[in-house]
C-alpha cells in the first residue's frame, strides 16, 4: 500500500449500510444496499437535495424489460448502479 492509498483511507468517512427495495416511476424494482452516515434517517437521505444520484451496491433489478432510467434489461445483478433519485417512486427498507 503506497501513501496515497493510505491517505484515502484516511480519508473514508464511516457509513451504515441499509437494505432496501425501491419502485421507480417506470414499475421497475430495484433491490440492494444504499449506504448513509452514521445516525442519518433513510428519509433524510432520500430527501437530501445535496445530490441527485444515489449509489445502490449489490443490486437486483426486477421487472426491468421497459426500463427507460438505466441500461438493465430482465433479472440482472449489478455490483452498483447509479440511481436518479428522481425515478424513485417509494423505498422501503427491508
Same mark, same amino acid.
Given at each position: 500500500?503506497?501513501?496515497?492509498?493510505? #491517505? +484515502?483511507?484516511?480519508?473514508? @468517512?464511516?457509513?451504515? *449500510?441499509?437494505?432496501?427495495?425501491? $419502485?421507480?416511476?417506470?414499475?421497475?424494482?430495484?433491490?440492494?444496499?444504499?449506504?448513509?452516515?452514521?445516525? #442519518? +434517517?433513510?428519509?433524510?437521505? @432520500?430527501?437530501?437535495? *445535496?445530490e441527485?444520484?444515489?449509489? $445502490?451496491?449489490?443490486?437486483?433489478?426486477?421487472?426491468?424489460?421497459?426500463?427507460?432510467?438505466f441500461?438493465v434489461?430482465?433479472?440482472?445483478?449489478?455490483?452498483?448502479?447509479?440511481?436518479?433519485?428522481?425515478?424513485?417512486?417509494?423505498?422501503?427498507?427491508?
Open positions: 500500500m503506497d501513501a496515497k492509498e493510505r #491517505e +484515502r483511507r484516511k480519508m473514508k @468517512i464511516e457509513k451504515d *449500510k441499509r437494505k432496501v427495495s425501491i $419502485v421507480c416511476q417506470d414499475g421497475s424494482i430495484i433491490s440492494g444496499y444504499v449506504h448513509i452516515f452514521q445516525g #442519518e +434517517r433513510l428519509m433524510g437521505f @432520500i430527501n437530501d437535495t *445535496k441527485a444520484f444515489i449509489p $445502490v451496491t449489490n443490486c437486483t433489478c426486477y421487472n426491468s424489460k421497459q426500463v427507460k432510467l441500461q434489461f430482465s433479472k440482472k445483478s449489478k455490483d452498483t448502479v447509479l440511481l436518479n433519485k428522481s425515478a424513485i417512486l417509494f423505498m422501503k427498507e427491508v
